[in-house]
């Protein structure tokens, strides 16, 4: 049963450390996102991926915020410095072909900045 | 920017009833999915939905994709307790961009 993986699930920080979130997702799939859910805003998409190459992240706040792909099987997130605003549940989702159309999204990672 | 409102917000029914709820949209959407989220998961994937008009079942639950291309609606029907959860509808705008926008949910309860 293919589905995308994400570690880790859960990750408490102090305000100015750097936080990295991976997601691996599934074999197959070329698109790759990354969401925030809040209680406030709800879903919210930060970047996506085709073919490892990004495509917009105009959802990212760029100070701090980067995305990344290293190769077909990981993708990563990651904030420096963290502040506590950043607290949300972070989600990976992966999705299959050009014309892609379905999203696929791993467990998340429950992320808490005192 | 686009917009998508989910109602009703949250539903308390009691088990064996039937639930519907629905999303409309600021602007014309090319796919609808419709996903549900347990407490502590992601969200999963229930149904999708490509063409105006089209009304998709899978198990209990039935989707349809509006004619306007700008509402789509779920229906569950005898629900059960394991339904409780947050159902999102997601609308794709542009083909191939892949970008979703979910609605805010709608939480529902079911009392056995």
């Known amino acids: 049963d293919a589905r995308v993986t994400q570690t880790p699930r859960h990750k408490v920080t102090e305000m100015g450390q750097e936080v990295t979130m991976r997601c691996q997702p599934i074999l197959g799939h070329n698109t790759v996102f990354w969401y925030r859910q809040t209680m406030m805003q709800g879903l919210e998409l930060l970047a996506y991926?085709?073919?490892?190459?990004?495509?917009?992240d105009s959802g990212m706040p760029k100070d701090r915020f980067s995305a990344e792909m290293p190769d077909a099987t990981l993708a990563t997130l990651k904030i420096q410095p963290s502040e506590p605003r950043d607290s949300a549940v972070y989600f990976c989702?992966?999705?299959?072909?050009?014309?892609?159309?379905?999203?696929?999204f791993g467990p998340g990672t429950r992320l808490t900045v005192t | 920017g686009q917009q998508l409102n989910q109602s009703p917000q949250s539903m308390f029914i009691q088990e064996g009833e039937d639930v519907s709820m629905n999303c409309t949209s600021s602007?014309?959407?090319?796919?609808w999915l419709w996903y549900k989220q347990d407490p502590g998961e992601g969200p999963v994937l229930l149904i999708a939905?490509?063409?105006?008009?089209e009304l998709t079942s899978n198990g209990r639950l039935t989707a349809q994709f509006g004619i306007t291309r700008k509402d789509s609606f779920l229906n569950i029907s005898a629900s059960i307790p394991s339904d409780v959860g947050i159902y999102f509808c997601?609308?794709?705008?542009?083909?191939?961009?892949?970008?979703?926008?979910f609605g805010q949910g709608t939480t529902l309860q079911v009392k056995p």
């Open positions: 939905l490509y063409k105006a008009g």
């Open positions: 997601a609308g794709q705008w542009i083909r191939n961009t892949g970008k979703l926008i």
């Open positions: 989702a992966s999705g299959p072909g050009q014309g892609m159309r379905e999203q696929y």
């Open positions: 991926f085709r073919n490892r190459a990004p495509l917009d």
């Open positions: 602007s014309i959407f090319n796919t």
